[in-house]
């Protein structure tokens, strides 16, 4: 059944109130103006239809989409659980309560009601591990979001859809997405906004994942320079973090230690606390590898991150790599045993997909292994570490992963063939 206009709904409000359109549009407007209204041949600015809404004793909601003001409120309601539900990290419980608005007749007719759950029901779909849905719906929010109406939550949505494709293994995808994105705002002269640091963060991201480490670079260099013309806390944040992470796999790590510190003195009261627990791993893990008389100082960290819960709502990505941070804290602090265990939780939420955070989680895994004398069990945890980084093409880490495998291979004992073999592979990921 199709819903009422808003000329229809203030016509059928006046007559059952019992008043003319002249003792409706007095003094403000016309009566012939108001018969315009009812017709549907003029649409009426926002604040007519405030003053019409007074008048009539209704709301301007119900006015406009037919949905009453109860009605309403209990949408707004489930909202807002959806999003407690989302930060705290149930994101089966946020995705339940966002289809629960999606399913409802009445948001449709609430346009804006609408986005807002789909929006997070994306989120709420990546957080639970579902990424193909969660690219599918932010696929389609990305062709009708504008950034020239809303430009940061334009670029929230792609540097979403850029993530989760990265998520899914994808990260040729990733970069086109986030490249296409930024290419836009650099058309249309917004390239020195906030917006434009979040999709450069996204972009940056991507090359890690890609193993191009040549342009992740450049574009770290890049992003640092544009924060800093820029001036806002949080594009500086953002690009200090995206360039510790870059600093970090090229292993520079005291540098990549000093850009987090810079890029945590600048977070503010109101940031994504997503954002800012993907930050506060990156630093930990950081000072592990720079610092690692620091160790339990970065393990605590960490442990803070794990049980505020925050780290959750992100993803299992993000849960998988403060678990692998975790892990390399205890193998550091010499616990290899806790360190297996956390390692294991963390590729348990990973899947069997070609990940860096799998490949991650398996390499402290196998490095736990070797202390605890499981010669075995690391040989096989390195071997899936450097295959999965070969299947993603990244070239220069694969090569150093099954070069390390080889020297491990050596330590074990007289089996020629499997050490050959990895250094053989070794050389081809490294193009010799």
Known sequence: MDRETLGQRIRALRIRQGISQAQLAFPELSDSYISLIESDKRVPAPSVVELLAAKLNCSATYLVSGVSEDVVDELRVTLDYAEIALRNGAAEEARARYAEVLASADAIALPEMLHQARWGHALALEAA???????????????????????????????????????????????????????????????STDAAVHLGAALLAAFVERGDLVRARQLAEQLVERAERIGSPRARMLAYGEAAYVAEIR?????????????????????????????????????????????????????????????????????????????????????????VRLAEEALDLLGDAPRRAAAGALTVLGEACLLLGRRDRATEALTRAATCLEQMEASREAAQAWFDLAEVLAETGPADEPRMAAYRRALTCAGV
Do not use: K, N
Request: proline share 2%; aromatic share 2%; glycine share 12%.
């Open 129 to 191: 591990g579902a990424l193909e849905d969660a690219i599918t719906g932010l696929g389609a929010l990305a062709d009708e979001v504008s950034a020239e109406d809303d430009l940061d939550h334009w670029a929230r949505v792609h540097v979403a859809l850029s993530r989760c494709l990265r998520e899914r293994g994808d990260a040729g995808a990733g970069v086109q997405a986030a490249e296409d994105a930024l290419r836009h705002l650099i058309a249309t002269g917004a390239d």
């Open 251 to 339: 292993g520079a790590y005291e540098e990549g230690v000093e850009l987090a510190e810079r890029a945590l003195m600048l977070a503010g009261d109101g940031e994504d606390p997503r954002d800012l627990d993907r930050l506060r791993v990156s630093y930990a893990g950081l000072l592990l590898r720079a610092r690692p008389e620091q160790a339990g100082r970065a393990r605590d960290l960490l442990v803070r991150v794990r049980g505020e819960g925050g780290v959750g709502a992100a993803g299992e990505i993000d849960v998988a790599w403060c678990l692998t941070e975790l892990a390399r804290a205890e193998t550091v602090l010499g616990r290899p045993a806790d360190a």
